[in-house]
Nanobody, 121 residues
């Protein structure tokens, strides 16, 4: 019902910034909780941030990352600042048609394919 495509990942140095985008199609996302998760090699997928009419962040990224949405463009963004090597992971966009905040991956129905973020030392 909802297709999600992430973009904007890449290789950056420690302290650098990236802006990830999640373009949604099929349905308007204005009434969806939208989330960002990440998964590093050998680790569980972990919550990063979510947004409805307000935002919610994991403690590990609070103050460094910013989630936002542009409902007119049907797009969600994740601004990553002050990046650290520990931020290296595949970042996934997710959507759920209900009210969050949701911090678990099994609370989301729709997922994108992921975009790789690599932070070098």
């Amino acid at each position: 019902q909802v297709q999600l495509v992430e973009s904007g990942g890449g290789l950056v140095q420690t302290g650098g910034s990236l802006r990830l985008s999640c373009a949604a199609s099929g349905r308007t996302i204005s009434r969806y909780t939208m989330g960002w998760f990440r998964q590093a090699p050998g680790k569980e997928r972990e919550f990063v941030a979510s947004i409805t009419w307000s935002t919610y962040y994991a403690d590990s990224v609070k103050g460094r990352f910013t989630i936002s949405r542009d409902n007119a463009r049907n797009t969600v963004f994740l601004q990553l600042n002050s990046l650290k090597p520990d931020d290296t992971a595949v970042y996934y966009c997710a959507a759920q048609y209900s009210l969050g905040p949701y911090t678990r991956s099994d609370e989301y129905t729709y997922w994108g394919q992921g975009t790789q973020v690599t932070v070098s030392s």
